[in-house]
């Protein structure tokens, strides 16, 4: 009886409070992405950009959808991903890195793009060893958007260290 029991607060728990928080919380993160498309934010314009990430007195930004639905998917994934690559736009790569480096979820090709991106980020840094470990994260994806341009950067960085045989096997 009280495992019974135990099984129906769990199932409460999970179709009252959580599948309804994590529904909030990716309706909010779209709003944010509506928002930046409406406003020309992909276009580098960096007020734009800012309210999208930090909010301003007519929306909340992504930092507040982060804050406010932790320990939901939009949270813990989409979320992070937009709001950094807004951080990328207006120049502001560390924040970009920190918020790449917490997304966790592994199950779709955007998280091969994160793992390009972050790449990216470490490369530009000159730190070549994490460049590497990155781009063969993006790799091990095989989606046919994010791997052959990871292939290629792996390859690029292995041209540039005249480590021709890496990079021919690349």
């Not at 728990?13 to 928080?21: A, D, L, M, S, Y």
Request: aromatic share 10%; glycine share 8%.
């Amino acid at each position: 009886l009280v495992i019974l029991g135990i099984i129906v607060i769990g199932f409460a728990v999970h179709k009252f409070i959580w599948v309804p928080r994590n529904e909030r919380a990716s309706d909010a993160t779209q709003e944010q992405l509506k928002n930046v498309m409406r406003d020309g934010a992909m276009s580098n314009d960096t007020v734009a950009l800012t309210a999208a990430v930090d909010g301003n007195e007519e929306m909340d930004g992504l930092m507040n959808v982060i804050g406010d639905y932790k320990l939901t998917n939009a949270s813990a994934y989409s979320a992070k991903h937009y709001a950094a690559l807004c951080y990328l736009k207006t120049g502001k790569k560390d924040e970009a890195l920190n918020l790449l480096l917490e997304c966790k979820k592994k199950d779709n090709y955007m998280w091969y793009e994160t793992q390009m991106l972050i790449g990216d980020l470490y490369d530009e840094k000159g730190d070549i060893a994490n460049a590497k470990k990155y781009y063969e994260k993006a790799i091990d994806g095989e989606t046919g958007l994010v791997a052959p341009i990871a292939l290629w950067k792996l390859g690029m960085l292995y041209e540039r260290e005249n480590n021709w045989a890496e990079a021919y096997n690349a």
